[in-house]
């Protein structure tokens, strides 16, 4: 357990994840997996911790979550459902023509669940902090809904053929502008391999990033992860000095 125990003796997740991908397809041989898998349940199992942190405190400072859900993926906070593995069977089933899911997607939705700290813009326009960027990964049953239908068969079909660079992806959330109700770019997708993979790319979010590192920026900055962009002068400073030093690395 070289990996596991790096991780939970404090050295920086980024390292450790580092290695990780390093060893490419020999990160699921007989020698590396359990390990790595132990690493993946340690890091979920902090941001399910994190996530409960900030929502709690968000809750306390009087922000504008959604009250009234139309699905699960505009609850704040919602825990693995319960028939998640039979959802990841269909996913990976709806999705197999394109590529397969990271083993980090799959574990998200078995230990945390989904989450949507998007301002509630409808009720109450005027926002704490602007383009903040809050997080949110739409919960599984939606997003099996929307993968199920011919229609995204034929409209992924196409996207892929009309950009011949682009990569196969299952979108997971708004972009940063969309959710503070702006006209912006396209949703937030992770990146669909050929080969299995313990992560995968986050596309079209501003860093660039894997999803792992995603959520890893995300706890950096309690939850929101742009909100100390300077353009934008969010007074974060009380916030961030009350949540921080509660917050697990990840």
Known sequence: MI??????NGEDGRSVYSDIYNLRQEAFSDKYFDDIQSVLTETFNRVVFNLEIIFSELKNINYAFKTEFQCNSERPLLRPLPDTDELLVKLNSATSDFGQIPLSLKLFYKIVGSCNFAWDYDNRPEMFWKCADPI?????DDIVNYVSDDDWTEYLSEALEDDNSQSPYLELAADYLHK???SGGPPYSIQLTKEPSIDGLFLN?????????????CMENCGFSRITNAEYENDYKEFFAKIKPQLKNI
Request: aromatic content about 18%; charged content about 20%.
């Open 205 to 217: 979010e501003p860093n660039e990033t894997t999803f792992i590192n995603y959520l890893r920026i």
């Open 3 to 8: 990996f596991y125990n790096r991780y939970i």
């Open 136 to 140: 949110q990964i739409n919960s599984i």
């Open 180 to 182: 503070d109700n702006i």
